[in-house]
């Protein structure tokens, strides 16, 4: 059974910066599985922020979060970070990440993920 941990949320103020770990156990993964960063902010629908396969091919950020995020794995770890700068308060919301096996194209949709993490809080103080 997979399992993902999201960590590294906390409060930040606007314009600093926090990074995301997301550790995934449970199976040997595959180049071709893909993994997602989502987030939901309180009243609003979970929001696709970026997706990767381990083999490192991965998906155009949102225009959102584009020029601010990035995104990066440690394969030996089993770990996908999600580097934030430049943050907001509109970038609070509750971050998860989610793994999607060997699928066709990385998804954007939810939906289409099969495994989620318990989610970590970012909260960003104006």
């Known amino acids: 059974q997979v399992k993902l941990v999201e960590s590294g949320g906390g409060l930040v103020q606007a314009g600093g910066s926090l990074r995301l770990s997301c550790a995934a156990s449970g199976r040997t993964f595959s180049s071709s599985d893909a993994m997602g960063w989502f987030r939901q902010a309180p009243g609003k629908e979970r929001e696709f922020i970026v997706g990767?396969?381990?083999?490192?091919?991965?998906?155009f950020f949102g225009d959102s979060v584009k020029g601010r995020f990035a995104i990066s794995m440690d394969n030996a770890r089993n770990t996908v970070y999600l580097q934030m700068n430049s943050l907001k308060p509109e970038d609070t919301a509750v971050y998860y990440c989610?793994?999607?096996?060997?699928?066709?194209?990385?998804?954007?949709?939810?939906?289409?993920?099969?495994?989620w993490g318990q989610g970590t809080q970012v909260t960003v103080s104006s």
């Open positions: 990767i396969r381990w083999s490192g091919i991965r998906t």
């Open positions: 989610a793994a999607d096996l060997n699928p066709m194209f990385i998804s954007s949709l939810v939906g289409e993920y099969r495994y």
